[in-house]
């Protein structure tokens, strides 16, 4: 096959982060008057979500500190839906894996499954609820802001999300998760609704990051206000958010994917896929994809592998299929547990994706090659994308041209992005 140059570049993007976290919640706790809603001896259950976010031991820390000035009692409850295997124990691991244990946070972590119903929606859908939450003084909502990768709405990931689905606990996730696109785009917010007249909800902390997955910023919100704490920080999280250098790519080539890379293991909003009208989002036109390997973060869940045109025999053979169909089955997205093309080697799966992208004879491929779809900055592109993109004071190059090439076992060998 002819040799393909490929140019190593870095992206910049907006990278102002928060230093002093406790004292910006501090701040923002005291915007709400955080004095009048937390009361002596109250029990305060405070809401650690599953997915990795910047700074969040230092975030919870610092909302106990706040709750206990106030003299108030807190706790922290697990609100992750179905995930750790939808076991009280599976999440209690996950959250010692961020550093949250009752040690080092000097608070109880009370984790249960067991949920009580609060009422029905309009249709008559039932909303369950976190039992130990209910039962307790008042809840802290605390959540990131993030786009979804499932579907596009005024609200996606945040303090909505965080009471319907992290607090709804298995039971509670996988009716809305049954529900398909149209549970998560619009039952969501329909059960969060019901859940703030009935359940002790006192305040939320909306977190936004950055294009770096740092905290950017940090918003307190009464009950009252989570409607426009999520819709106003999810625009500004789109306003932020990192994109490829260009829309028409013939091949990426993604080094690694993962559920700590995203929930899809890819980024669907960075590479597509994202069910429901996407217009505003402006996603990338991809003729073929391929996938190299998983991280051993996933411990070989590989949902969103369908995504993939092409993988490797390494990614295929580290496939857990009973935690990544269970993940498809609670989700219901089924094509995206599906198994792509596998090829022995990463240099078979390349020339066998750049004879399917249908250019005319001559014309040179459309090439980018990302270590994940986390990150951004780093990344190799082929000639035609330079010359596009080359004048963009944001994008720059940091070494000479390479040719796409191979170790022994056919593995791709770059100097720099694949490490």
């Not at 499932?150 to 303090?159: Q, R």
């Not at 091949?251 to 690694?256: G, R």
Request: aromatic fraction near 8%.
């Amino acid at each position: 096959m002819k040799k393909i140059k490929m140019r190593k570049i870095t992206q910049s993007f907006n990278n102002e982060f928060i230093d002093d976290i406790p004292a910006e919640i501090r701040k923002e706790f005291e915007k709400i008057n955080f004095d009048k809603i937390i009361k002596p001896g109250m029990k305060i259950c405070i809401t650690v979500g599953s997915r990795g976010i910047d700074n969040i031991k230092s975030i919870i820390k610092s909302v106990i500190q706040e709750v206990k000035k106030r003299k108030g009692v807190p706790f922290i409850t697990p609100s992750m839906g179905s995930h750790g295997g939808a076991y009280a124990e599976g999440q209690l691991a996950i959250l010692a894996k961020y550093g949250i244990t009752e040690k080092e946070m000097g608070v109880p972590i009370e984790a249960t499954m067991d949920v009580i119903k609060l009422g029905e929606i309009e249709n008559g859908l039932p909303v369950y609820f976190d039992k130990i939450a209910y039962e307790s003084d008042g809840i802290i909502a605390v959540n990131r802001v993030k786009v979804h990768t499932g579907f596009k709405s005024e609200i996606e990931s945040g303090l909505h999300k965080i009471l319907a689905v992290g607090l709804g606990n298995h039971k509670g996730a996988k009716l809305v998760h049954s529900l398909g696109v149209d549970g998560l785009r619009n039952y969501i917010v329909e059960f969060a609704k019901v859940i703030l007249k009935k359940a002790p909800v006192v305040c939320g902390l909306a977190i936004l990051e950055n294009a770096y997955d740092k905290t950017f910023k940090l918003k307190a919100a009464r009950p009252e206000s989570f409607w426009e704490v999520d819709t106003e920080l999810l625009q500004e999280c789109k306003n932020l958010f990192p994109s490829l250098p260009v829309k028409d790519i013939d091949l990426l080539i993604i080094k690694e994917m993962g559920k700590n890379i995203s929930g899809t293991g890819i980024d669907t909003n960075i590479i597509g896929g994202i069910m429901g009208p996407v217009e505003e989002f402006n996603l990338p036109q991809i003729k073929k994809i391929m996938v190299l390997d998983l991280t051993p973060e996933t411990q070989g869940n590989a949902m969103g592998i369908g995504i993939a045109d092409l993988i490797t025999e390494k990614l295929f053979n580290k496939i857990n299929y009973k935690s990544t169909y269970a993940n498809a089955i609670t989700s219901t997205f089924f094509e995206r547990a599906r198994i792509p093309m596998v090829f022995k080697t990463e240099k078979e799966g390349i020339e066998a994706a750049l004879e399917a992208i249908w250019n005319l004879p001559g014309e040179k491929p459309r090439i980018i090659i990302m270590k994940n779809t986390l990150d951004l900055e780093n990344l190799y592109v082929s000639e035609v994308i330079w010359d596009e993109i080359k004048e963009n004071i944001e994008i720059k190059s940091e070494n000479d041209w390479e040719n796409i090439k191979y170790d022994q076992e056919g593995n791709l060998v770059m100097k720099y992005i694949l490490n």
